[in-house]
């Protein structure tokens, strides 16, 4: 998961191949608090594993529930039969909606009839997210509801501690029209009061995000209650309901996730070798409302096609065509259809969108707010949003107000026709459902080779790149190409395979061809802070003395050197690359858009690899290591290929009296200069 504070996309030319979707939140969440409340043992399979879920877990923990990892990923729920293990709790429910809600509506009722009291609370967006119309219904009860901050908001306090009775004589009254959770809170909650008689519901208003109460009855008939209704306006729970464990449950990946991958199969060319994009885990027989999505984006042109657990699609009508819609039965997904209006031939405008307005931020302004920075022209409404293309596309820094689908959407504005780049500001927002999204997206999207972006950092011997190096990769969310690195492990193979690499067996030819063909087939990895060889982690050995100088000899073997050209190029992938050695911005990456090279002095240098030695508790003596340094230098800058010297257009760094936040910051700002994008 990325968790930088930006992610930079370059432009993205075309996309193809397969990719799996992570479990439904609406259903993963629904199954949890089921699975915890009914009679027996529940084993769930492919649930998700995201922010929503984890504050879920936690909170059932919390409330006594055992909870047991199994192999093959299953998590097996302890039931608590309707009861109260523990009847006082403060429970901490970050921004997600789909635990705040039905906890809400749960916890009241247990609360009211055992005698518990409860407190929950969340981030400072949840504390703005309107709960009051199921406060309002719940009070109708007679459970005992404080909001603790503004009325009608939370944190909430449920029950007083004091058993008290339920008033179920009467229907339950509830707005339809804000937010279906409010419903689906109480079509969860009311089987654990319904025992001895039958439980009522009334709608009031039009009732919005009808696919998502589908989704609660359907599980609800899983776990043995089936809920009967009279439209849309009525629901009734039966007498006698009680929740019965179906013993295991399979988790559907999520439609609303799906809607991202539909939209790429749709703006993007099939990538050389492809014919689309196949989506896993979700298909045309989805208990899902937002699997109707597929409708809208075939009506925008899409060419997709499926089977029960699969979907495909291809790029069909170009440009896509523009719609006006009604929206309310896919108020998730339909964000998707926002930023597809910009690749449309006119003006499209998503109606019934009004609960866009109280998810995890306005969703309608900042759809609106985004979408202008890319140049689109932007009407919105207290219920829709009406989206003409842009007439020229502007590069922008997408803030995604820690909104999962907002970071989701705009990602797929870097198949700009401009081909600009597009900032995505806290992609980590997106582990609310998805946490390994941009990595899903990068896996079968590609860009031409000259648009992925390279950081070049080289330098002599202990200029500290290779420190510099990760630590922009890591701020930058890129991949990370130590060339030093490969190298050593050359030298490091060769000893194992019994090669030798003193200077007079390297003159001799078979022996420097035994070399390259031992680097064409070095089976290397980077993994963190780790680097491995096959099976086995090298990274210790890498950091030897003996390996340095190993490395320093064998780069200067051509067939070496050939051989891992092109391993080299291979690292060059979404979203970027910094790579840091001795050439890499005079020969493995001469068009990089940013070089920089390191000029601490040979003196300065040893001082800082003294102080590193000393650190570790091995001895060294300055003269020694200031002699080696040189040696190095004269060697790396003297040999007949690739001598160690700046590119032309690199930018120099004496980092002698920088430390390595200070060189990064340097670095970033070079970066973000040549980026083009705004900051914000």
Known sequence: MYTTEFLDLPPLASAGGSVRLPGSKSISNRVLLLAALSEGCTEIADLLDSDDTRVMLTALEQLGCQLDRLDGGLLRVQGVGGQLPVRQATLFLGNAGTAMRPLTAALSLLATTHGGCFELGGIARMHERPIGDLVE?????????????????????????????????????????????????????????????????????????????????????????????EGWSRFTIPAGSRYRSPGLVHVEADASSASYFIALGALAPASPGHDGITIEGVGLSS??????????ARLMGADVSGEANRLH????????????????????????????????????????????????????????????????????????????????????????????????????????????????????CVAKTFPDYFEALFSVCQAHPGQVPVICVDGPTASGKGTLAAAVAARLGYHLLDSGALYRLVGLAADKAGIPTDEASLADPTTADRLGAL???????????????????????????????????????????????????????????VADGRDMGTVIFPDAPLKVYLTASAEQR??????????????????????????????????????????EDALLLDNSSLDVEQSVCQVLDWWQGRSGLPVR
């Open 137 to 229: 219904a719940l009070r109708q009860l007679g459970c005992p509801v404080d909001c603790l901050g503004s009325e009608g908001y939370p944190p909430l306090r449920l029950g007083n501690g004091q058993a008290a009775d339920l008033h179920l004589d009467q229907p339950i009254r509830v707005r339809g029209d804000v937010s279906s959770q409010f419903l689906t809170a109480l079509l969860l909650a009311l089987p654990l009061v319904a025992r001895e008689r039958s439980v009522t519901i009334e709608v009031v208003g039009e009732l919005i995000s009808k696919p998502y109460i589908e989704i609660t009855l359907n599980l609800l008939q899983q776990f043995g209650v089936t809920v009967s209704r």
């Open 313 to 428: 699609i291809r790029r069909g009508r170009w440009p896509l065509k523009a719609i006006d819609l009604d929206c309310n039965h896919i108020p998730d997904a339909a964000m998707t259809l926002a930023v597809m209006a910009m690749f449309a031939d006119g003006t499209t405008t998503l109606r019934n969108i009004a609960s866009w307005r109280v998810k995890e931020t306005d969703r309608i302004a900042a759809m609106a707010t985004e979408c202008r920075k890319l140049g689109a022209t932007v009407e919105e409404g207290d219920d829709f949003i009406r989206i003409t293309p842009p007439a020229c596309w502007q590069p922008a820094s997408i803030h995604t107000y820690d909104d999962h689908r907002v970071a989701m959407c705009f990602s797929l504005a870097a198949f700009n026709p401009a081909q600009l780049p597009v900032r995505i500001q806290d992609p980590k």
């Open 606 to 647: 040893a001082q800082r690899r003294h102080k590193q030695l000393i650190s570790k508790g091995i001895p060294a003596r300055m003269e020694d290591l200031l002699a080696d340094l040189k040696a190095r230098d004269h060697r790396d800058m003297s040999r007949a290929h690739a001598p160690l010297k700046p590119a």
């Open 287 to 296: 208990i899902q409302g937002d699997i109707r999505f597929v409708e809208a």
């Open 519 to 577: 680097a064409r087939s070095l089976p290397v990895r980077f993994e963190g802070e780790s680097t491995w060889l096959g099976d086995e982690d090298v990274s210790d050995a890498l950091r030897a003395e003996s390996a340095g100088m190993a490395a320093s000899r064998v780069s200067a073997v051509p067939q070496v050197r050939q051989a891992l050209l092109e391993l080299q190029h291979g690292f060059r992938r979404l979203p970027g690359l």
